[in-house]
């Protein structure tokens, strides 16, 4: 019976083994043979490869020891037909098969590798020696290395600085070095970069020729006759690069400084002695060495393969670099215009720090921006042009205000040097196109902006501040320009004197053809170009204008613009702004602005943001009329019988002149009838005499008794308000004549029926509450 | 294939003739069959022989093999091949020169390859399906100490490592593998790339690999009911471990691993202890063998048999490694295995064998059911069908495509 039981379970085990057996077996007859192994190769792990920037040392060899153990380790293991070393036949074969890959389309990843062999100068393939050597290389270069990536890391937070730079182009310079010395043909040098692109920018690859020329342009302007000109010679090219930053290391400080990166109040032993050897830098870096031209055509050639419009403003522009440096012709630019930079450079940096006062260098001003810095110095420039009454918002007499400042009378200076022929300090003929320069250099930008966002695959924005701003007519923004360079500065009566005799030229326009700008001028006009433009945009960032974006362009409502005019008004020209509010907003402001500001293109209601522009440039000017006129700055302009030209007569005479400028530049409407009344204002005493009472009436409205001496030899003082008001009596009689009436009026463009039944001081105007005044001569006045 | 078949045939019967005019026990056997394996067309010829001699002082068993056939083999092993010098008959202790296991000469029971002490012993796998422990070439002692204690020591000046299937190893990294042989990987995975794997074997010195000393040495204990044997011995690893370097050898279009394999066989020693209890159910036979060189190597088996009814001897057992992990099937992966011959008739036999691996993810199975007909004295008819299964990379799994069935003939004299 127990030996049944046993006897059982054994049977039991027995089918159990064969049930188990089911379990695993999917038949019992003529399965297939399990497949082979695959072996796998088990790596060990390796550190992050981050970690050979660490700033710890020790962890930073490390790292370097185990990459370099792998790496001697992978290529001992790999056998060719040579000892220790792989011919490129063979090197390819481990990149057809996947083991040497670079990228997931192996036709890609072959040519990338046939890219580093170029790049490295391995045309015969690579040995175990030259292996190690890239390692050394490494080791040698760890620190630079360091640099350069801690530099690229740290961009975006501002640690960018000049020795950094240098650090930069020294490792690049020593990475390219590693090339060898064989050459590369433009061709080759092509196929070696072009498998990096990534297919995604089309237009890059697109552009690689023509970018290469001008990579090769670039290198051998720079480099001139230390490198093959025409070709990539890595060594030679390496080698240039680090004499580059050797020979041009002295020279930091002052990059420095412009980048403000220095604070010129603690290192000014540096800087000095920096700025001291900076033009003779350039000098010697570009004598004996035959450093070719740049050809222009380059440029374009690289612009047409992005598709991009043709920078025809950067040729214009090169017709006027020969007058500027004789050595560049209009289709190359030769290196030594550099030395005309350097000299710009060096008496900008010269003048900005002989302007700081040596209280000012012991006060040790402890904010981090020495931008920001109050400026206690003494630069004449600087007094004339910096007005307290507006745009103090963006604008203050700190350090930086001089330091840019100083940048433009440096330009102002060069230019004059350059192109005053007879040497009397003035620029007369050529003013047209040099205020066109100035635009088109803004185009440059543009352009500049434009060939960045082609390679980056962004839409690019056809607009050019020229081509926008075609309905003025050049001559006449010439006019204007060359106006506000000499109005705007705060002459003082000397030299009031002197330009005078030259400014009653200016003013005239009907005698006078040709204008002149001198130093201050020219200063003034950059200034003012940059003034505008940090107006417009601390407007577009501080109020929401609704911008939409349509085709790559944005645009505004003139309608919003027209709403909005007043808080701009309140927020930078405080006094154009109270004037206004005082005298009625709609008469006066609504009227002007609305006369100023740019009709858009039929069938559209909307303008692009730059012409906030006219706008601002006329409170500029109606400014500069009261700085220049209201001589005893008590905000009033007063009548003196003894004065053959009192303040009335200087407001006249400018405002004629103003209007008649705007007039020919298309920014104010042609009124035939305006032309003719400011002419006859002009040679007509008695005339005069009833302007200067419409002046503080603020309208030509009820005068005629009035107008009649003695009356109008005492008329009472006029305001910028009434000033402004007989101004837009002047643009626009019909506007001006229904506001009166409180009606409504002629609407030309949208926005203007803002103007009319007071909607902009009911709807528009923040408060009744005046604008504060921070000027001194405002405060003086108060006491 | 007809020059080995012969070699066999003719040592076979050589020896038959020698041995048969000259000791006291002459026993032979040989088995023929004609196997027709599930995924070949042809089938293969398959020839196996025992043949035994003993007098009294001499004994040998020699085991013939061979199957016909590209994937076939052939053996001709002598194990044991003792000659006995015995210096006390009373306590019937002996020296003995040639080729033996130390432990076979304690009791009838040999030493199995589902042993424990056998999966750390030398074997003969050529036939893979029925591998075998292999004796020790060299001199010994068996020198009994008390009633039932002996002494017992071996030693070997010469190590023959575990015989199995040739990979069949061409010079220009071929492989011509034998049947049951398992194949190392055929292409390696380097980060994603798959390359061909062309191998290199280096044997190095063969004087170096044969010329290995090998020490054994044991208490063994008889009771009537416990039986008892302790051993330490010491000898190079009867599996090789491949030492392998590759490299990438990179021609004009194509690019192979080339493996260099060098075969080691780094010494080991073990402790082993087994027990049998002669009294209990089944007559257990327990197993422990402990590495000394790894102490993660430990090796455990346990074992019994019984008789039932026209069940002459079943047999069943576990076989299993403990600790250390391998790469690799092996035999005593969780091995379960159960013998069960029955005797229908006095005339007619019916043979079962499986063994299964049971360790996870290496499950396989192996069975062998034959059945015998002896229609005259001396002669019976063999038919049998070998069936194996199992998961891939399994000791049984790797052979699953060749189930075979076979007849033939057996002829003992």
């Not at chain 1, 540096?270 to 050809?295: C, G, I, M, Q």
């Not at chain 1, 009709?599 to 522009?613: A, H, N, Q, R, T």
């Not at chain 2, 006390?88 to 589902?114: M, Q, V």
Request: some cysteine; glycine content about 6%; overall charge negative.
């Amino acid at each position: 019976m127990v030996k049944s039981i046993y006897f059982r379970i054994t049977i039991g085990l027995f089918c159990a083994s064969l049930i188990t057996s089911c379990g695993f077996s999917k038949s019992f007859w003529g399965e297939k043979a399990p497949p082979r192994k695959i072996a796998l190769v088990k790596s060990e792990p390796l550190p992050d490869l981050i970690d050979f920037f660490s700033e710890q040392d020790d962890i930073a060899k490390s790292t370097l020891a185990q990459y370099e153990k792998f790496i001697l380790k992978s290529f001992d293991q790999v056998e060719g037909k040579e000892k220790n070393k792989l011919s490129i036949e063979e090197l390819l074969t481990l990149g057809r098969t996947g083991l040497a890959k670079l990228s997931n389309d192996q036709e890609l990843s072959l040519r990338r590798i046939r890219s580093i062999l170029a790049v490295l100068g391995f045309k015969d393939g690579i040995s175990r020696e030259q292996i190690i050597g890239l390692i050394n290389w490494a080791k040698d270069n760890r620190k630079q290395a360091k640099s350069f990536y801690d530099t690229l890391i740290n961009y975006e937070q501002n640690e960018f600085n000049s020795s950094k730079l240098i650090d930069i182009i020294h490792f690049t310079g020593s990475l390219i070095k590693l090339g060898g010395t064989d050459r590369l043909s433009e061709e080759e040098l092509r196929s070696t970069i072009e498998p990096w692109i990534p297919q995604k920018f089309p237009h890059a690859i697109k552009a690689l020729p023509s970018g290469i020329t001008l990579i090769n342009e670039v290198f051998g302007s720079l480099c001139g006759d230390r490198i093959e000109i025409g070709y990539w010679n890595a060594k030679k090219n390496g080698d240039c690069l680090i004499a580059l930053t050797e020979h041009f290391s002295s020279t930091a400080p002052v990059f420095d400084l412009i980048f403000k990166k220095i604070n010129p109040l603690t290192k000014t032993e540096e800087l000095n002695e920096s700025n001291r050897t900076f033009v003779s830098k350039f000098e010697t870096w570009l004598k004996d060495h035959h450093h070719p031209a740049f050809k222009t055509k380059t440029v374009g050639d690289f612009a047409k393969q992005q598709e991009i419009p043709e920078p025809y403003h950067f040729f214009q522009l090169t017709e006027w670099i020969p007058k500027l440096n004789p050595e560049s012709t209009a289709e190359s630019f030769s290196p030594t215009f550099f030395i005309t930079l350097s000299k710009v450079v060096h008496n900008w940096i010269d003048t900005f720090q002989k302007s700081l006062s040596d209280s000012e260098k012991e006060q040790q001003c402890y904010k981090r921006d020495w931008s920001k810095c109050e400026f206690k110095g003494k630069f004449e420039t600087v007094d004339r042009l910096f007005n307290d009454e507006y745009a103090t918002l963006i604008r203050v007499k700190d350090m930086g205000f001089v330091f840019q400042i100083t940048l433009y009378d440096s330009i102002a200076h060069d230019l004059l040097t350059k192109l005053d022929q007879d040497q009397n300090g003035l620029l007369e003929d050529d003013i047209t196109d040099l205020i066109t320069i100035i635009i088109r250099l803004l185009d440059s930008n543009a352009f500049a902006q434009n060939v960045v966002n082609r390679i980056l695959e962004k839409p690019v924005t056809l607009k050019n501040t020229e081509a926008s701003m075609n309905n003025i007519k050049r001559h006449g923004l010439a006019e204007v320009a060359a106006l506000a360079s000499e109005l705007i500065p705060d002459r003082d009566s000397s030299q009031r004197t002197a330009i005078r005799q030259i400014s009653s030229q200016v003013y005239d326009t009907q005698k006078y053809h040709t204008y002149a700008l001198d130093r201050l001028g020219i200063t003034t006009f950059l200034y003012v170009f940059n003034l505008l433009m940090e107006l417009r945009q601390q407007a577009l960032d501080t109020y929401d204008f609704e911008p939409e974006s349509i085709a790559s362009t944005t645009w505004i409502k003139r309608k919003k613009i027209m709403e909005l005019m007043p808080r701009m008004l309140r927020a930078q020209f405080p006094r154009i702004y109270n004037e206004c509010i005082t005298q009625g907003f709609e008469r006066t402001c609504g009227v002007i602005y609305s006369e100023v500001l740019a009709s858009p293109e039929k069938g559209s209601d909307s303008l692009e943001p730059f012409e906030i522009d006219t706008m601002n440039l006329t409170s500029i000017l109606l400014e500069s009329i009261m700085n220049r006129c209201d001589r005893n700055k008590n905000d009033k302009i007063s009548t003196s019988a003894l004065d053959g030209f009192d303040e009335k007569d200087c407001v006249i005479s400018i405002s004629q002149t103003l209007v008649t400028r705007l007039m020919n530049a298309n920014i104010l409407d042609e009124e035939k009838k305006t032309r003719t009344i400011l002419k006859i204002v002009k040679w007509l005493p008695p005339v005069k005499w009833a302007a200067k009472v419409a002046l503080q009436r603020g309208t030509m409205n009820g005068i005629s008794w009035r107008a009649a001496p003695p009356f109008s030899l005492a008329s009472r003082p006029a305001t910028l308000g009434s000033i402004m008001s007989l101004a837009a009596e002047f643009m626009d009689p019909a506007k001006s004549e229904a506001i009166d009436n409180n009606t409504e009026g002629p609407q030309t463009d949208a926005g203007d029926e803002l103007i009319y039944m007071n909607r902009l001081t009911k709807n528009h105007i923040p408060g009744a509450k005046m604008a504060d005044r921070t000027s001194a001569a405002f405060k003086a006045s108060q006491e | 294939m007809g020059y080995f078949l012969s070699t066999v045939l003719s040592f076979f019967f050589g020896i038959s003739l020698v041995a048969s005019n000259s000791f006291a026990l002459f026993k032979n056997e040989l088995q023929t069959q004609f196997y027709q394996y599930a995924n070949e067309s042809q089938p293969s010829f398959y020839l196996n022989g025992l043949s035994q001699i003993q007098s009294q002082n001499f004994e040998t068993k020699i085991h013939t093999y061979y199957e016909s056939g590209t994937k076939g083999s052939w053996s001709i092993d002598p194990d044991p091949l003792r000659l006995d010098f015995k210096f006390n008959t009373e306590k019937k202790s002996f020296l003995w020169i040639g080729r033996e296991h130390p432990l076979n000469l304690t009791r009838s029971k040999k030493i199995e390859a589902t042993d424990a002490i056998g999966a750390v012993w030398t074997q003969n796998q050529l036939n893979a399906l029925n591998p075998r422990v292999s004796g020790w070439l060299g001199i010994g002692l068996h020198q009994n100490l008390a009633e039932n204690i002996t002494l017992l020591f071996a030693y070997s000046p010469l190590f023959i490592p575990t015989l199995g299937p040739s990979l069949g190893f061409s010079e220009n990294g071929d492989l011509h593998p034998k049947r049951y042989s398992r194949l190392p990987p055929a292409s390696v995975d380097t980060g994603g790339t798959l390359l061909p794997i062309r191998y290199q074997l280096e044997v190095g010195q063969i004087k170096e690999l044969l010329l290995q000393n090998q020490f054994f040495t044991g208490i063994a204990h008889e009771g009537k009911e416990l039986s008892v044997d302790a051993t330490f011995f010491s000898a190079p690893r009867p599996n090789a471990v491949p030492l392998t370097s590759a490299k990438l050898a990179v021609a004009q279009n194509a690019v192979t691993a080339k493996v260099e394999i060098e075969p080691q066989f780094p010494r080991e020693e073990w402790v082993t202890l087994r027990l049998q209890i002669k009294n209990a159910l089944f007559k257990p036979t327990i197993e422990w063998v402990q590495g000394v060189h790894d102490w993660s190597a430990q090796f455990a088996s346990l074992s019994g048999s019984y008789a039932f009814g026209s069940f002459s001897s079943i047999q069943f057992g576990l076989l299993s490694h403990m600790g250390d992990e391998s790469e690799d099937p092996r035999f005593s992966d969780l091995l379960a295995f159960i013998k069960m011959p029955w005797s229908i008739t006095d005339q007619l036999e019916f043979k079962n064998l499986i063994q299964s691996t049971l360790l996870n993810a290496r499950q396989s199975i192996y069975w062998l059911s034959e059945i015998e007909y002896s229609f005259m004295k001396n002669f019976s008819a063999i038919g049998s069908v070998r069936m194996l299964a199992g998961q891939n990379y399994s000791y049984f799994g790797d052979w699953r495509a060749e189930d075979s069935a076979g007849i033939g003939m057996r002829w003992t004299w």
